[in-house]
């Protein structure tokens, strides 16, 4: 048990004390996907003592290329990716306890889910669940580590409840900023990812350990070009969340989707949205696609895609079964 983190425990900035209290840690991994297989892999080898790690979906050949976790052989026991990663790593260590669950966080399992961790680690994918995050972290204060990769750049910012800026503080509201992009859009290379894990996870051990140095910046990189900045984030004045309003938490902000079962559909909900005008809308949406409407629901096709909507801005996405493609589509044409 000693020699297995002889390596670590010898730098001295960790030293058996940090390692004790390592081992004494709990924290829980959201996303499992390329930042998610990095920071699971690296603080269960360093012997982090419980780790929970969650992700809702099932291995595809295109994940492969940078979620180091998986194989071909999970692809082929159609494995979800959470208990994939559990199944490798407890063959990585056997002296902790490594759980994965397969499940879609939201407003309304989040405090279940992160209970009892003292570190949350994202490797998510969309803003609107890390503003979940963000909120459950500032109400229970629990630290969590941003992390985001995309293309060749990537993201990471530590977050550590009424010490540091929020999320919030940073990210305002889900539609602010860039957020379309994904990498089902715009790619990504595995060195981003990696990258940006790898910082995650030395911030994770330095929270855990009870470090004074942990970083205050936000940190970027692009890995084609070369460069790493870091940018020194202040706390906003009016930041909701920072004021003990959570929101997201509150399911007050943000859509909502349901998969319809047996009909290939998936509804979108947005609390926020109050009226829709057609008459309006049909003019944003006429020169993408085939849209028509009536008094009762707009009608609007793109792509192989359906997209009903009606007054109240609930919407019904056709051809897919996949939440967060639905949850794309309606904030890339209908918006929140
Ligand atoms: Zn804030």
Not at 47 to 68: A, K, P, S, T
Not at 215 to 221: E, M, Q, S, V
Not at 226 to 246: H, K, L, M, P, V
């Amino acid at each position: 048990m000693i020699d297995r983190y002889s390596r670590q425990t010898l730098f001295c900035e960790i030293g058996k004390e940090g390692q004790r209290r390592l081992g004494n840690s709990c924290i829980v991994i959201i996303g499992c996907g390329a930042l998610g297989t990095i920071t699971a892999t690296s603080l269960v080898r360093a012997g982090v003592g419980r780790v929970r790690i969650i992700d809702r979906d099932f291995i595809e050949y295109h994940n492969l290329q940078r979620q180091v976790l998986f194989d071909e052989e999970d692809i082929k026991a159609e494995l979800p990716k959470a208990i994939a990663a559990e199944q490798h790593l407890k063959k990585v260590n056997s002296s902790i306890e490594i759980e994965g669950v397969v499940a879609d966080v939201n407003y309304a399992n989040i405090e279940k889910l992160v209970a009892g961790a003292d570190l949350i680690l994202d490797g998510l994918d969309n803003l609107e669940t890390r503003l979940l995050i963000n909120d459950v972290s500032l109400k229970h204060k629990i630290p969590w580590v941003y992390g985001g990769a995309i293309s060749a750049t990537g993201m990471t910012m530590n977050i550590v409840p009424h010490k540091t800026p929020c999320f919030r503080c940073v990210w305002a509201s889900p539609t602010s900023g860039g957020i379309a992009l994904t990498c089902d859009t715009a790619g990504v290379i595995s060195p981003a990812p990696f990258i940006i894990g790898s910082l995650q996870t030395v911030e994770a051990m330095k929270i855990l350990i009870g470090s004074q140095e942990i970083n205050r910046d936000l940190i970027t990189i692009d890995v084609w070009k070369g460069n790493f900045s870091r940018f020194n984030i202040g706390r906003r004045a009016d930041c909701a969340t920072c004021r003990g309003e959570y929101e997201f938490l509150e399911a007050r902000f943000g859509t909502r989707t349901t998969s319809l079962c047996g009909q290939n559909a998936v509804q979108v909900l947005n609390p926020e949205v109050k009226g829709v005008s057609f008459e309006r809308l049909s003019t944003h949406l006429g020169p993408v696609g085939e849209v028509s409407y009536n008094e009762f629901m707009l009608r609007f096709r793109v792509d192989n895609h359906e997209i009903v909507i009606f007054p109240d801005g609930r919407a019904i996405i056709k051809n897919t079964t996949d939440e967060s493609l639905a949850r794309g589509l309606y904030n890339k044409y209908i918006g929140a």
